[in-house]
Nanobody, 120 residues
Framework: QVPLVESGGGLVQAGDSLRLSCAAS????????MGWFRQAPGKEREFVAA????????YYADSVKGRFTISRDNAKNTVYLQMNSLKPEDTAVYFC?????????????WGQGTQVTVSS
């Protein structure tokens, strides 16, 4: 088990920034790939960003590339999602996920989500 707890969501205006955090429990955090997904009302959960266990390799959805940055601090068992130049279409519940291999929608470990609302 890898309990995950997201935080940092909120209500912001278009163009603002937010930083989401995902804190993990356990001593094996550094061995897991981590990722962020989001789900807007009435839509499927979609991939946002992911990074390898070392943080050396990152992946981004085209819709957030250049605006969002994923990072991790293995000493703090935490993964971050820095979101800049936010748009109303970024409004969603954001979830972090962990996987021994590649993070996908089928990954076994998920947080409860944090709401991000971007007003125009």
């Amino acid at each position: 088990q890898v309990p995950l707890v997201e935080s940092g969501g909120g209500l912001v205006q278009a163009g603002d920034s937010l930083r989401l955090s995902c804190a993990a429990s356990g001593r094996t955090f550094s061995s897991y790939a981590m990722g962020w997904f989001r789900q807007a009302p009435g839509k499927e959960r979609e991939f946002v960003a992911a990074l390898s266990w070392s943080g050396a390799t990152t992946y981004y959805a085209d819709s957030v590339k250049g605006r969002f940055t994923i990072s991790r601090d293995n000493a703090k068992n935490t993964v971050y999602l820095q979101m800049n130049s936010l748009k109303p279409e970024d409004t969603a519940v954001y979830f972090c996920a962990a996987d021994r291999s590649v993070v996908t929608r089928k990954s076994p470990y998920w947080g409860q989500g944090t709401q991000v609302t971007v007003s125009s």
